[in-house]
Nanobody
Framework: QVQLVESGGGLVQAGGSLRLSCAASGSIFSIDAMGWYRHVPGKVRELVAA???????NNADSVKGRFTISRDNAKNTVSLQMNSLRPEDTAVYYC???????????????WGQGTQVTVSS
């Protein structure tokens, strides 16, 4: 069983910063990609940023230059530094990892419970 625990959401004024963190625990043999998604009611959940096990990153166009994703492979954590926040960044943010719980088990997707980020204008 793989568990993800997110932290760091909250309320911030436009132009401010927040840092989200996600820690994976449980039965983990290896973790491939890690990423952050966000969801606004009535819209499709969208990828915000992702990072491979080798450190390659991919950011949505809407957050390029403002958000930075990073990971600590030794601690099985992934973080999202969000700067210059805008009201349109308001959403529930979800951590997702692609992990193998055991050597001979194919990798699967695991999701966190979500953390609310609200940016006031």
């Amino acid at each position: 069983q793989v568990q993800l625990v997110e932290s760091g959401g909250g309320l911030v004024q436009a132009g401010g910063s927040l840092r989200l963190s996600c820690a994976a625990s449980g039965s983990i043999f290896s973790i491939d990609a890690m990423g952050w998604y966000r969801h606004v009611p009535g819209k499709v959940r969208e990828l915000v940023a992702a990072i491979t096990s080798g450190g390659s990153t991919n950011n949505a166009d809407s957050v390029k230059g403002r958000f930075t994703i990073s990971r600590d492979n030794a601690k099985n954590t992934v973080s999202l530094q969000m700067n210059s926040l805008r009201p349109e960044d308001t959403a529930v943010y979800y951590c997702k990892i692609v992990a193998r719980p055991f050597r001979n088990i194919p990798g699967g997707d695991y999701w966190g419970q979500g953390t609310q980020v609200t940016v006031s204008s």
